[in-house]
């Protein structure tokens, strides 16, 4: 488990060794020390023979201690048992009823979440009864509307995806859709929520039983220990001590194990910058990139990439995906997370970074008004109502009427050209020299692609501010761009202006890519060019020409040396004739 | 062989105070084994309509035929498959029950039809590029054995030079099966080469219809004249 060497999966791991021990072992090793009643040793406080004192009877606290780690953790762990099969049911119910009865169900959650936790267990606690078992109902169940509402929600979120719809329509039944497509897809962040919510019971446990609501002499547990170590505190404060801390620290090792089981499930820890991004401004070219490598351990999806971008100069990067062009783009921006590795030289203007999927680079909790205003807030310390103004003269620079008004929507509420306007206008509240537009118009269908190419050619001009554009579209960026940079398996192999590339590329892989793009006056009576094979992954080596083994005019050589970038195309038989 | 049929269909989505007719009554018919191409831009309409010819959204008014055996292929093959289900169990989830069905033998049948190998049935969707994916998608909608495909911007979250193999592949399957098929596409390039015929779309309404070469040559309403001036062109 490589997770183990970070401090969290160290913590979580003693934490875990912790509880088991006690668990496991405790009843054996103390199990005997714990019933001893002596008599001579009455309501002691610590001594060498009872570190931490002897309780009424003369029995040692700490033995006791140690073995209420079982009924304690046992208890809670039961209570959380229920809280998630109430939870799942009740939360999955909506999923497989029609859609009034589960309408209906999401009403009542929604009623019954209102009410606070610990207030319902106390309620339960006194209706069911004093006890263990009792306590761990009533624990349990009034955890369950929030488990409930979690697993509705998560389950809400993953039906609103295609393939749920898909196998909707392949007639696939309610109860299988929850089982086989539903639950396998929320249970990380479930689980997650469950070992939180154990930590959460033990201490709600220790309080019950400290009420005299949990668990019933002659049995005890810690809340129970502690309910009687607080009646003698000042005779003996160690005998309170010692059951209140192991309630502390098994919460504190439920809550470590919920973390770290957050950070195993949830990816990656939030964006770090990565090494080679520096965002000081240089004058002369937007950006220069000097050899630049981006590895994930063995695989090397940029390998080596050299290039420039002139000020208020448009340049589009093109390739098929997983060529590297958007990992070209993150580290020229300095964003690629670790565990990726940047290496080469990065010389780069302010820069703004436009994504295909605006919304998920524009935060749906925010009005779109003032994530705008934020940028400017936080890098010039303008003034929240200056910001707000600027806000919404750079909306209305990117066109969008009634600037005022969409400022104060949220993302959701906003088309998809319009988010990606607003993630322009975004961009726009600095002055950057080199704007990176990462597939921009690949989610918008033609007319509205259109508008924000014109767009992004307006800003450019008005601006001066160059544009690094990223496509795997040809014409896109033949309509936007003066110059191409043709990526394939992490480098360049074509460097060319947009008449040669319709007049007639180099490189036979750029030729290959532009015949294969149907165009309005394409043959319909023959089937389309395709180039055949497939790109070798970051991780293949390559020794020779990486577009060898799909090249029709593939040599010896090609098959054993890289070829040189020279004169702006890295092949040994480029093409030299105009098609 | 089945034709689909639209006559006079509405549907209306959103509650209450937000509910708003996105389509308003559309009548469209895909003949017997031929491709209908249904352009127009996203918001227009497009894929409400083809989800309400397979059940995914109710009608308001009119009515779709056939009621049953329509498949949907969907435009993004990274959602619409579930992550957590192989490949194999994908497909196989959509061959219909009954006696005597060879359930591995028509998966590796169908794997085979949309040109991937059988060793892909163990797999993870994300374990395969997004042309093989969507490879996936069409198998597990023909495993159905549907009378009418409706492809929904199938080649738009795709490579062009992956775009190509997908449309090579539903033009064979096409015309090998006899496929009755409307062929969603905001890209009018890629309608023109699949579709015999070609329906524009805008605000929820047909604006114009014919035969594909009529159609993009000597277009008759202003709206698909806009449309093919924004078509981002090479030469
Ligand atoms: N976080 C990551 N870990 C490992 N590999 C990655 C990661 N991000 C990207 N890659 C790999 O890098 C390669 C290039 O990715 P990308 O730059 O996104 O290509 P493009 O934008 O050209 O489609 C892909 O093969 C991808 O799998
Ligand atoms: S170097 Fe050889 S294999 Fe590579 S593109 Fe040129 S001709 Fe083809
Ligand atoms: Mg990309």
Wanted: proline share 6%.
């Amino acid at each position: 488990m490589r997770g183990l060497k970070t401090p969290l999966g160290a913590a979580a791991a003693l934490s875990l060794a912790f509880l088991l021990f006690a668990v496991v072992l405790g009843p054996i090793l103390w199990g005997d020390d714990a019933i001893k009643v002596d008599t001579m040793a009455l309501a002691q406080g610590a001594s060498a023979a009872h570190p931490m004192g002897t309780d009424g009877l003369g029995r040692d606290v700490l033995a006791r201690t140690m073995v209420a780690a079982r009924p304690s953790v046992g208890l809670a762990l039961l209570a959380t048992l229920i809280t998630v099969a109430g939870g799942l049911l009740l939360g999955g119910l909506p999923a497989v009823l029609g859609r009034r009865a589960g309408r209906l169900l999401n009403g009542f959650i929604g009623l019954v979440v209102a009410f606070p936790g610990l207030l319902i267990a106390l309620v339960l606690a006194v209706v069911l009864g004093s006890g263990g078992r009792p306590a761990a109902f009533a624990i349990g169940l009034a955890g369950v509307p929030a488990f409930a509402r979690l697993t509705q929600t998560l389950a809400a979120s993953v039906a609103g995806r295609d393939f749920v719809a898909a196998a909707r329509v392949l007639g696939v039944g309610r109860t299988r859709m929850l089982v086989r497509h539903i639950l396998p897809n929320i249970g990380e962040p479930l689980i997650v929520q469950a070992t939180l919510g154990a930590g959460g019971a033990l201490l709600a446990f220790a309080a019950l039983s400290f009420l005299g609501l949990g668990v019933q002499a002659p049995d005890y547990d810690w809340g129970l220990l502690l309910n009687e170590g607080l009646n003698r505190v000042y005779v003996n404060p160690a005998a309170a001590l010692a059951p209140g801390i192991a309630v502390v620290l098994a919460g504190l090792a439920f809550n470590v194990l919920g973390e770290y089981a957050a950070q195993v499930f949830g990816g990656r820890s939030p964006a770090a910058r990565g090494a080679g991004g520096s965002a000081r401004p240089v004058p002369g070219d937007a950006l220069t990139v000097k050899d630049l490598r981006v590895s994930y351990g063995p695989a090397v999806p940029v390998k080596g990439v050299s290039f420039t971008v002139g000020a208020g100069e448009r340049v589009g990067l093109v390739g098929e995906s997983g060529s590297g062009k958007s990992l070209t783009a993150l580290a020229a921006s300095g964003l690629v997370e670790p565990p990726g590795v940047v290496a080469g030289s990065i010389e780069a203007g302010e820069t703004a970074m436009v994504f295909q999927d605006p919304m998920t680079s524009l935060n749906p909790a925010l009005r779109v008004g003032t994530q705008l205003a934020e940028v400017a807030t936080a890098h010039e310390r303008l003034a929240r109502r200056a910001a707000g103004r600027r806000a919404v003269a750079r909306l209305t620079d990117v066109h969008i009427a009634a600037a005022a008004k969409v400022a104060r929507q949220y993302p959701h509420e906003l088309s998809g050209g319009m988010r990606q306007r607003a993630m322009i206008a975004m961009g726009l509240m600095g002055t950057p020299r080199l704007i990176i537009a990462d597939e921009p118009t690949t989610a918008l269908d033609v007319t509205v692609q259109k508008q924000i190419l014109d767009l992004l050619r307006e800003v450019s001009d008005s601006t001066g501010a160059a544009i690094l554009l990223i496509s795997h579209d040809l014409a896109v960026v033949a309509q936007l761009c003066s110059r191409v940079l043709v990526m394939y398996a992490g480098v360049i192999v074509e460097d060319l202006t947009v008449e040669r590339l319709v007049a007639g590329p180099a490189h036979p892989y750029t030729r290959a890519l532009l015949a294969s793009v149907p165009d309005m006056s394409a043959d319909r009576s023959q089937p389309l060019a395709t180039i055949p094979g497939r790109m070798p992954s970051p991780a293949d080596p390559v020794a020779g020409c990486p577009f060898a083994p799909r090249c029709p005019r593939a040599g010896d050589r090609c098959l054993t040396a890289m070829p040189p970038f020279e004169d702006g195309v890295a092949c040994w038989h480029p093409i030299k004739e105009v098609s | 062989m089945t034709a689909l049929e639209f006559q006079g269909v509405r549907v209306r989505l959103g509650r209450r105070r937000h509910a708003a007719d996105v389509v308003k009554g559309v009548d469209l018919t895909v003949p017997a084994g031929t491709v209908v191409g249904l352009v127009g831009e996203s918001g227009c309409g497009k894929s409400t309509l083809a989800r309400a010819a397979v059940g995914l959204v109710p009608l308001a008014a009119g009515r779709i035929t056939p009621g049953s055996g329509v498949q949907l292929v969907f435009q993004d093959p990274y959602s619409s498959l579930d992550p957590r289900m192989t490949v194999g169990s994908a497909v196989a989830e959509a061959v219909p029950k009954g006696a005597g069905v060879d359930r591995a033998g028509e998966v590796a049948r169908l794997l085979d039809l949309v040109g991937l190998e059988p060793g892909h049935a163990g797999r993870l969707p994300r374990h395969l590029s997004g042309g093989q994916r969507q490879r996936v998608a069409i198998a597990r909608a023909l495993a159905a054995r549907p009378r009418v495909v409706i492809a929904d911007e199938i080649t738009s979250a795709l490579d062009v030079s992956v775009q190509g193999m997908v449309l090579n592949l539903v033009r064979e399957l096409q015309r090998e099966l006899g496929l009755t098929m409307l062929f969603i596409s905001h890209n009018l390039a890629v309608v023109r080469y699949v579709s015999d015929r070609v329906a524009v779309m805008n605000r929820g309404r047909i604006v114009e219809s014919g035969p594909v070469d009529d159609v993009l040559s000597a277009p008759r309403d202003p709206y698909t004249r806009t449309l093919l001036e924004s078509v981002p062109r090479l030469r």
